[in-house]
């Protein structure tokens, strides 16, 4: 068990079941005063604590931290109090898988940006990450060198202002970037799993040279 604030890109961390590696940081200042929700359960020695829109995993769906009651299930825990607190640093650690364990709770790695599209955002700021995946599996050390500013990765900086920026219109925008989002998003994760597993990548080669020997034959 180590503190948040010792947690470094490249560490492995258990994400449930498994252990998965830091790859990035989403966000990252260490002398920052920020208001916390302290949520604790039944069996936990120490509450987990995290910003009211980061998202954890309430009877199995990823919710808003803010919007967990007290008797909700987050994986086998149940919730007996939310506290609003106080503390110092902000720290989003974000894992290949997406989710990590803090104080024994399975929370996810994302922020929920959008306040009114119910779709499951954590998967899909897990697809905006894709492309950075993939570099890093490719090189590591891109990924140890991250650079930051005002405390946001500089990867994901532009992607954060900008849905931040999208909060200030209505629903309908809201579902328009969602909507652009749905049509590129899914793309950039394909390309992920190809990049990163060459037998798939093989049989689609495979299955592409196969149809096209399959038409010149008719």
Not at 103 to 117: A, F, P, R, T
Not at 138 to 164: H, P, Q, R
Request: aromatic share 12%.
């Amino acid at each position: 068990m180590i503190s948040m604030d010792s947690l470094e890109i490249g560490d492995y961390v258990r994400s449930g079941k498994d252990f998965s590696r830091v790859f990035s940081f989403g966000h990252l200042e260490r002398d920052v005063e920020y208001d916390f929700l302290q949520i604790h359960t039944e069996g936990s020695a120490a509450p987990l604590e995290l910003t009211k829109n980061h998202m954890v995993f309430s009877n199995d769906k990823p919710v808003r931290a803010e919007q967990v009651s007290v008797g909700d299930m987050l994986g086998d825990n149940k919730v007996t109090d939310i506290i609003s607190t106080k503390s110092t640093g902000l720290y989003a650690p974000i894992t290949y898988d997406g989710s990590i364990v803090v104080n024994g709770i399975k929370s996810s790695c994302y922020v929920e940006m959008l306040d009114h599209v119910p779709a499951d955002q954590h998967q899909f700021v897990h697809m905006f990450f894709s492309l950075q995946r993939a570099a890093c599996s490719v090189n590591f050390g891109w990924c140890e060198s991250e650079t930051y500013t005002d405390g946001l990765s500089d990867y994901s900086s532009w992607a954060i202002k900008t849905y931040m920026y999208c909060n200030n219109f209505s629903a309908p925008v809201q579902w328009l970037l969602t909507a652009i989002c749905a049509l590129i998003l899914p793309t950039w994760y394909s390309a992920e799993q190809f990049f990163v597993s060459p037998i798939l990548s093989l049989m689609a080669v495979g299955f592409l040279i196969y149809k096209s020997k399959t038409k010149k034959s008719a």
